[in-house]
């Protein structure tokens, strides 16, 4: 069971960055663990009895130098309603850093598949993978321009970046996961990346095994991006969101069929291998 780590964090800004999207940094304490890539926060919006549960964020970024750390969010109901109220200044209450998050191995580019609110995860590990010494490849899907939001920060550590919009008012027009719907494609991406020019030589030396997808938004995006991955023989975490209770592992609230039985969200994920996943 994770340890219940609870914090209290001083809101140093709460912006609005594109329509009902909101950026939030919070000073946290400095015994704050480092997060790894993935992990969340649960926090305490509001007083019970209108606030009985906390509300799941993906650590966007993290800054061990500052003790910064952010999130990003939509508004979508009270919860994220009553958050996007709070002043710079005010205490913040919460829980993490929770979860198990993304895994980095021995794999030389890291490919990070988001869609809309879920690039929050993604943003942290493109950093981390950046930092590591690995190439970061960076797909991205929004439905609009107006929702486009934080691409130049991916830039910042992409070797590439594809963006999809749905209306085509940025980017390619589409979702993110039909960049993927040819394997060609990926391939001579990845084999100019590594400087890998003849198509044969490519496969002879089977680039693909270089590469480890991170995904995160849409659970039919995960889905979609899961059975690409199986078919082409890549490693692929995903992450996901459910419903959550306490968001350490207690109430049973957030679990999903998976091959090893049902699992914790807020526990044993919210990063599975997607082929673990029941879909
Ligand atoms: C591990 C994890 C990480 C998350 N990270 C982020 C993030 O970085 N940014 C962000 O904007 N959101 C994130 N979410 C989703 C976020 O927690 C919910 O949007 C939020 O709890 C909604 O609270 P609310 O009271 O405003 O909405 P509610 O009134 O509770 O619900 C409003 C709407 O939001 C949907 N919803 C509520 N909770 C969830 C949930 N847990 N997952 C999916 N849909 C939900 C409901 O279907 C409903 O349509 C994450 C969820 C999880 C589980
Ligand atoms: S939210 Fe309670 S066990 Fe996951």
Redesign the pocket.
Known sequence: MEPNVENKGKIKENIEISKGIYLLTLQVPPAFPLPIPGQFIHVKVGEPPQFLLRRPFSIFDYSSEKGELRIIYEVVGKGTLALSKKKEGEELDFLGPLGNGFRFGDEKVVMLVGGGMGIAPLHLAGKVAHEKGKIVVSVLGFRSKERSIMVEKFRSFSRNLIVYTEDGSIGERGIATDFFQEKRKVEELVGEILGVNSRKRLIEEGCLGFITVFSCGPRKMLESITRICEKWNLPCQISLE?F????????????VRTKGGYK????EGPVFEGGFIEW
């Not at 959550?244 to 109430?251: D, K, N, R, T, Y």
């Open positions: 459910q959550m209770g306490c968001g350490v592992g207690l109430c049973m609230g957030c679990v914790r969200v807020c526990t």
